[in-house]
Structures are given as structure tokens and as C-alpha cells.
């Protein structure tokens, strides 16, 4: 497949992965996260373990750079699995740390893990932004969950709730030369969907959203503003989205020979919801990359209430 000419732009080349220590269920995150049940299994954190492992194994396997950091026991950390929530990296050479809203969950900013990406995949830090502070003030933005991002026309789209604050996303925004565009959606029982990233992915060709999530007065906003970029737009039925249809990531992966290729990573379950949705969405969408990495997450994504996307913090080539 011919490459876009800003595949590069809008996807990176490496990931950060924390491999979970003591995962389990977050009763401090439950009554944002509609997504997340109790565990059905006495050996969950194993099983998170192996599920983590066979995705990083298979994402590396793509020719995507992959640094892995193991989470520590103490304290207790269930979600540290997902650590697109608290950092993100920039090809600026910007880090970005996020104000997180479970107190649970803010034990997860590590610089030990940075200093990780840093020195494993290269990045070169050239600013840190440290958000954090604003958790005190209960205002709260929680990185590329939040945050769903199209580096190539710079708009931060992001959808409204306990875990977004609307003046966060503009602060980030002003920050980062983005266009902020803030919508309300919502799940099927009509509480605000906790993360973006659940119901809308952008690609270098595509974007997944679950227009129907979006309330009213928002969809065409939105709708029109993703068309305006010129990709295929996807739309998945609420269904889908709770089988995390659009918690998925482009990545860009290198072969043998230093050729470039795209690779969309998903879980297994987001996959058969996409070929089950109808209008062609599979098709459309896996006909806009270059290969697939598709993994069994189920225990991570039932007691965890998130999906690949949210395990994965994308770490692009630096600027020269």
C-alpha cells in the first residue's frame, strides 16, 4: 500500500508498555467507567500478565520499537496497565504529565519510567509539562484517553466528564499549538463516556467514531471536522463501541529492510465487533493499513474497563 505522506506525523514508531504487578479491579475508577467489571477470575493478575505479554510480543513482532517496563508492587497500582492515562511523548520532545482522578491511580507517574523511554527508545526530551497539580484542584485530564489527538491537522478532539475538564483540554491545547474541540457523549445509558478513546481512533487514513455516542447538538461539529481531514470515516454502532471497537492504535513498524509499514493494533474482541457491525467497517478499516496485530485481551479489558489503545503510550521519533 502506498503510504501517506503524513503517516509519520500522525503515528509513532515506538510504545511504552507497563507490565502490570498487581492488576486487579479499581473501585475507585468504577463509577466514571461503565466499561470495567468485577474480577470473574481468582487468578486475574496472572492472566492480565500473559494477555500483556502475548501484545507486546506481537507488536514487536511488527517491527514496532517497544520499550516494556515492568510496574513495581508497591503501593498498589490495579491500573498501571494503561499508561497512555498519565504520560504522553511528543516529536517536539515534549512530556506531558496528567492530572489523574482516582488517588490510586496517581502512584503510576514514575520518572523512572520515562527515563526508561528516554533511554530505550531514544527520546530526547526537550520540555516537561507537569500538569499534575491540578488533581488537588479536582481538575482533571487524563493524557491520550482523554485526548484523542490528529497530529497531522493538529486538533485535540475530546468528549467531557469527571476525568476531562474542558479548561484542561484548552490549557493543553494552547500548549501544544492544537485546536481543541470539545463535545459531550455518551454511552447507551446515557452517562458521559469516561475516556475519548473509547469512542473515537484517528489513523494517517482513518478515523473509527461512534457518531451515535455523540450528543445532538455536537455530531455534525464533529462529524464534519473529522471529514475536513480527508480520511475515511468509519461510524460504529454504540455495540461496538462497548466492545471497544475504537480503542485502537496505528502504529508505524520498520522490516527487514528498513521499509516502513503501518500496523493497527486492536484486541481481538474490537475486531469480530468491527466485522460484525456492518457497512463494510472491517473491510474499510483493514484496507487502510498495511498489517494487523490483533490479541485476546479479555481479562484486561472486563476487569480493567480498557483496551489495547489504553495500554499503549506512543512514543514518536524526536525532531532532529
Same mark, same amino acid.
Given at each position: ?6 503517516? =509519520?506525523?500522525?503515528? +509513532? ?22 466499561? !470495567? ?15 500483556? /505479554? ?8 511488527? @517491527? ?5 517496563? #515492568? *510496574? ?6 490495579? #491500573? ?9 511523548? %511528543?516529536? #517536539? =520532545? ?24 528516554? !533511554?530505550? $527508545? ?8 507537569? $500538569? ?12 491520550? @484517553?482523554? $485526548? ?13 466528564? +469527571? ?26 445509558? =446515557? +452517562?458521559?463516556?469516561? %475516556? ?18 455523540? #450528543? ?13 481531514? @480527508? ?23 520498520? /522490516?527487514?529492510?528498513?521499509?516502513? %509499514?503501518?500496523?493497527?493494533? $486492536? ?7 468491527? !466485522? *460484525? ?44
Amino acid at each position: 500500500m502506498a503510504q501517506s505522506a503524513d503517516a =509519520g506525523a500522525q503515528s +509513532a514508531h515506538g510504545v511504552l508498555l507497563v507490565r502490570p504487578a498487581r492488576f486487579g479491579y479499581n473501585s475507585e475508577t468504577a463509577a466514571s467507567n461503565r466499561f !470495567q467489571r468485577p474480577a470473574q477470575w481468582p487468578d486475574s493478575a496472572e492472566r492480565a500478565r500473559s494477555e500483556f /505479554d502475548t501484545l507486546a510480543a506481537a507488536i514487536e513482532a511488527a @517491527g514496532v520499537s517497544v520499550c516494556v517496563v #515492568d *510496574d513495581s508492587s508497591e503501593p498498589f497500582k490495579p #491500573d498501571a496497565v494503561f499508561p497512555n492515562n498519565w504520560v504522553s511523548f %511528543h516529536r #517536539d =520532545g515534549t512530556i506531558v504529565l496528567y492530572p489523574m482522578q482516582a488517588p490510586n491511580r496517581r502512584a503510576e507517574r514514575r520518572m523512572e519510567i520515562v527515563a526508561a523511554v528516554e !533511554q530505550r $527508545l531514544r527520546f530526547v526530551r526537550r520540555r516537561l509539562i507537569d $500538569l499534575s497539580g491540578h488533581e488537588m484542584d479536582g481538575r482533571m485530564l487524563e493524557g491520550t @484517553g482523554s $485526548l484523542v489527538l490528529d497530529h497531522v491537522r493538529r486538533v485535540a478532539y475530546a468528549c467531557g466528564s +469527571a476525568r476531562t475538564e474542558a479548561s484542561l483540554v484548552r490549557e493543553w491545547s494552547a500548549l501544544m499549538n492544537y485546536q481543541p474541540l470539545l463535545f459531550i457523549a455518551r454511552g447507551a445509558a =446515557g +452517562a458521559p463516556i469516561y %475516556h475519548t478513546n473509547v469512542m473515537l481512533s484517528i489513523g494517517s487514513r482513518w478515523a473509527v467514531v461512534c457518531a451515535e455516542a455523540i #450528543d445532538a447538538a455536537d455530531r455534525a461539529r464533529v462529524l464534519e471536522q473529522l471529514a475536513a481531514s @480527508g480520511r475515511e470515516i468509519i461510524e460504529i454502532p454504540m455495540a461496538a463501541m462497548a466492545a471497544f471497537a475504537a480503542n485502537i492504535l496505528e502504529l508505524r513498524g520498520r /522490516d527487514g529492510c528498513g521499509g516502513e %509499514h503501518s500496523v493497527l493494533a $486492536l484486541s481481538t474482541q474490537a475486531r469480530s465487533a468491527l !466485522q *460484525d457491525s456492518g457497512f463494510g467497517a472491517w473491510d474499510r478499516l483493514s484496507a487502510s493499513v498495511d498489517r494487523v496485530v490483533a490479541a485476546a485481551i479479555p481479562t484486561i479489558e472486563s476487569v480493567g474497563g480498557g483496551s489495547v489503545r489504553c495500554m499503549l503510550a506512543e512514543v514518536p521519533r524526536g525532531l532532529a
